[in-house]
């Protein structure tokens, strides 16, 4: 072998440096010019000194636990490898050093937890930011510099003025009573021989600030505090360690007003005042930990691309694109100038901004308007102004100032979310699906922001059912293991007594402690808390991580069990008056209990050509309406996906009684919800893309199904009329069932409700409605909701048709099987593997159909051409075959 293996990487995150705990995982990829797995060795150096070489079995470049003893708090790591050589072959070169460090272990933190001391309380979205400091002395001859750090609140470490670290927004959104994070900086440049000035700028964020639609206040806590360590190692071997502790001082920052939905006001005019003590110890937090995910950072940024003064003193900024994050603004006027920022998404007719669409309503209540603004009073001096305290979803603002212009090449967007590196790549050569592709991925940019959030505007919660809905889309585009273990880390730390599954999760109201609120009576849904099945599945599918699976098992179970408990003793009021007894089959029906249901389906007219609401015009109604068909299926693909959960963690036992019990299940919906010819009794398209990709409908029966699901996008005049959980589906299920012309259709249909309505509409990222944007321009619900996106997954899987042989695991075997059409003549597109790089490419020229597969070493695939021929296996390396086919579409 000639070739090294490379990108390796450890099962953690960081910023400046990986950093983990005492027993990190190590994964790498095999060399590209591997004929067949192979073994290895692995060496490493922990703070310069060797441990042994460790052997490696082939094959196990995945997930390697820690193979030597747990290590300390501050360790500095590298390590390397090799693949050693068979039947002839030498090894491969070593790999490339990999570096990382371990953080501060809980267990040696000595640092206090301190406090601000505050005058008052102003209340929730209207507290400013709080300086804490210190002052120490430190020699000459600094070899290295180290700050831990974590916070209740979000908050900003400065060393002599210089900003530790390029992490936004930490310590990052979690389930505070349970788990926190703390962040790991080199300050080294920072510090200076003599006297030095350690700050922390602490505010409100995810710890006590507003949540949710309604602006209600968080519940982790009323008392704001900050943990620090900075360790300094000199040249000579000496050490010394500054920490947080009852000698800091507080004040209030220039950030009079902090929060990171309403939006940040900073007065550059203000000097801090005469420092208080702080407050030692007022707080109770879980013990430190690591995060597994990337950091949020600004990814970008983005100057307008056109202003426009609509009056004296107002303009409105369009940046070009919707995307989370915040604005950088270097032209803030002579001193005393006031400079308000208003953010958001859409423009009304008169071209002014408008977010009357993000309002929150209830019925009977006065709305609570959608506000994300930002301002800055100038001191004269040629400040910045760049809000890190607050984060928005916006396209465009409105900038209003009075006596002062605008400069607009001072107007930047920064692009602000989780750094995730891209794994997936799509292209082909029709500009609209292209386009469709880019806003599905801007859409999922812009909600990936620590946590995967619904919207990155009116409510920025990890909603359960949005992510189980786009995870198996997510995994396609981008590296979101990490990303998605740290949020199921919520999830479990949310989860309610009984088993329920918090809706979303970091759950900032803690319904868990709040049984009785009305809230609680709507958490436990299908397709929502589902998602503590469906994404740890989903990650083990497209990583290979067999610990996901694990440390997620008893959520699982508890989650799944409730689910069962609920069938057999709630029925839904139908049933009830069908027969006072259950019948048989109806202890398997999940009927009699909350569920969302299908959720944002396309919106009927009235006969005035009003849009009709079912959940805002009759909410008792759709309440008590009867979901047990979609309840019954969802717990069916839970309880077998459970079953294969089992089998893979050698829990044999568990495998057969979940296997059991999920044909008892299908079974029940057969019997309740299947008519004999095929059709369901609900009749939605919804209902069949459901019964078919959860393969719920026999076999002899879904030639009928599928049939039907066409005669009823037919009758909609060739529209989709799926909402939230089936959308993702519709097109592989069609295409599948032998239907791909019929796929294409509504995936080309250029009518709402469809994608490319979208597009033509002009939309950068996908809506939460259909109609985001109407026929006359008025904007409905939230522009940037990634859920409909996972369409992308039908461009990766079908258009280009590049997807997982079923059972295999982390790509070790794929297959190309495109679905060319007419208005598409060549797709193209990568996808970074566990293996290696999988690269494919199609065109079409006349009906010559020509595929070329790029396959990784130690990976097995095929090709599967339309008319249903195969080759296999494919060799390794570059390989390409043609074949006649005849016109598609």
């Known amino acids: 072998m000639r070739n090294a293996p490379y990108d390796l990487g450890i099962d953690s995150g960081g910023d400046d440096f990986p950093v983990s705990g005492p027993t990190p995982r190590l994964s790498w990829k095999p060399p590209s010019d591997a004929a067949r797995p192979v073994a290895y060795e692995v060496e490493c150096t922990v703070d310069g000194e060797a441990r042994p070489v460790v052997r490696v079995t082939a094959g196990g470049h995945r997930f390697l636990r820690w193979p030597w003893t747990a290590l300390d708090s501050g360790r500095r790591v590298v390590w390397r490898v090799r693949a050693l050589g068979s039947n002839g072959d030498g090894d491969s070169p070593w790999s490339r050093w990999h570096a990382f460090e371990t953080g501060l272990l809980d267990a040696d933190w000595r640092a206090r937890w301190i406090s601000p001391a505050q005058s008052g309380d102003a209340g929730y979205g209207r507290r400013p930011a709080y300086v804490l400091s210190a002052r120490f002395e430190a020699r000459s001859g600094v070899r290295s510099a180290r700050l831990y750090a974590t916070a209740l609140g979000v908050y900003e470490a400065y060393v002599n003025g210089a900003r530790a670290g390029t992490a936004e927004l930490s310590p990052g959104s979690t389930s505070y009573d349970r788990t926190l994070y703390a962040q790991a900086s080199d300050v080294t440049a920072a510090v200076e021989a003599g006297g030095n000035r350690f700050e922390i700028l602490l505010s409100d964020g995810w710890y006590r600030g507003q949540v949710g639609a309604f602006r209600r206040p968080a519940e982790w806590g009323t008392v704001l505090g900050a943990r620090a360590e900075l360790h300094i190692v000199y040249e000579d071997g000496a050490r010394q360690v500054v920490r947080t502790d009852g000698t800091w001082t507080s004040t209030e920052s220039a950030i009079t007003r902090a ?330 029906l999940w009927d009699g209990s909350f569920h969302w249901g299908e959720w944002t389906e396309p919106r009927v007219r009235a006969a005035d050509g009003s849009r009709v609401d079912p959940v805002k015009d009759d909410p008792v109604a759709w309440f008590m309406a009867d979901k047990g068909e979609i309840g019954t299926a969802f717990l069916y693909r839970s309880t077998a996906t459970l079953a294969r959960v089992a089998r893979v963690l050698d829990r044999t036992e568990d495998a057969d009684r979940y296997a059991d019990i999920a044909e008892r299940v299908r079974d029940a919906w057969r019997t309740e919800f299947l008519s004999p010819a095929g059709r369901t009794v609900g009749d939605t398209q919804a209902g069949y893309v459901r019964a078919l990709s959860l393969d719920l409908v026999p076999g002899a029966l879904r030639e009928a199904a599928a049939a039907r699901l066409v005669e009823l996008i037919r009758t909609a005049g060739t529209h989709l009329g799926t909402g939230f959980l089936a959308t993702g589906d519709l097109l592989p299920v069609l295409a599948d069932t032998g239907h791909p012309d019929v796929a294409y259709e509504l995936l080309l249909q250029r009518t709402a409700p469809s994608w490319l309505y979208m597009v033509d509409r002009g939309a950068t990222t996908i809506w939460e409605d259909w109609e985001g944007v109407d026929d006359t321009g008025s904007a409905h619900e939230s522009l940037n909701h990634y859920s409909k996106g996972a369409v992308a997954r039908f461009l990766h899987t079908h258009v280009l048709g590049l997807r997982q042989t079923p059972g295999s695991v982390a790509w070790e075997s794929f297959e190309v099987a495109p679905v060319p059409h007419p208005s598409v003549p060549w797709a193209r597109g990568t996808h970074e593997s566990p293996q290696g790089t999988i690269a494919v490419e199609w065109r079409t020229t006349g009906d010559l159909l020509t595929v070329t597969v790029d396959v990784p070493q130690a990976t097995t695939a095929r090709v599967v051409f339309p008319d249903g021929t195969t080759v296999e296996p494919l060799p390794c390396g570059r390989f390409s075959a043609s074949r006649r086919v005849g016109k598609a579409g």
């Not at 809000?387 to 009075?402: A, L, S």
């Not at 692009?415 to 859409?443: P, Q």
């Not at 759950?507 to 099945?533: C, E, N, P, Y």
């Open 259 to 588: 929060d990171l939905m309403e939006g940040q006001t900073t007065d550059f005019r203000l000097r801090p005042g005469a420092g208080r003590p702080v407050l030692v110890d007022q707080v109770e937090a879980p013990s430190v930990n690591w995060s597994p995910a990337p950091p949020v950072r600004v990814i970008e940024s983005r100057p307008a691309q056109a202003v426009v003064q609509l009056e004296d003193g107002v303009w409105i900024a369009d940046f070009g694109q919707n995307a989370s994050g915040r604005i950088a603004l270097d032209d803030l006027g002579p001193a005393g100038t006031r400079t308000v920022v208003d953010h958001g998404e859409h423009l009304g007719p008169d071209g002014d901004l408008t977010t009357a669409h993000l309002d929150a309503i209830r019925p009977g209540q006065a709305p609570i308007p959608f506000v994300q603004r930002d301002e800055a009073l100038s001191a004269g001096g040629g400040e910045t102004f760049e809000p890190r305290h607050t984060v928005h979803g916006f396209r465009y603002v409105r900038v209003r100032r009075g006596g002062a212009p605008l400069d607009p090449a001072s107007l930047v967007m920064r692009v602000v979310h989780s750094d995730l590196r891209r794994t997936g790549t799509f292209t082909c050569g029709h500009e609209d699906l292209k386009r469709l592709h880019e806003i599905a991925e801007w859409s999922f940019r812009g909600n990936a922001v620590d946590v995967p959030t619904d919207c990155p505007t009116r409510e920025r919660l990890a909603w359960t059912g949005d992510y189980q809905v786009f995870a198996p889309t997510a995994t396609r585009l981008y590296d979101v293991l990490g990303f998605s273990r740290k949020w199921l880390r919520s999830v479990r730390d949310d989860q309610l007594p009984d088993g329920r599954i918090a809706n979303f999760s970091p759950d900032g109201r803690r319904i868990k402690h709040h049984l009785d609120d009305q809230f609680a009576l709507m958490t436990g849904s299908a397709g929502w808390g589902d998602a503590v099945v469906a994404v740890p599945w989903e990650l083990y599918e497209s990583y290979g991580d067999r610990e996901v699976l694990a440390e997620n098992w008893e959520a699982m179970v508890r989650w799944v069990e409730w689910a069962l408990m609920t069938a057999r003793t709630a029925r839904h009021g139908s049933r009830t008056e069908r027969s006072a007894e259950p019948l048989p089959h109806e202890r398997y």
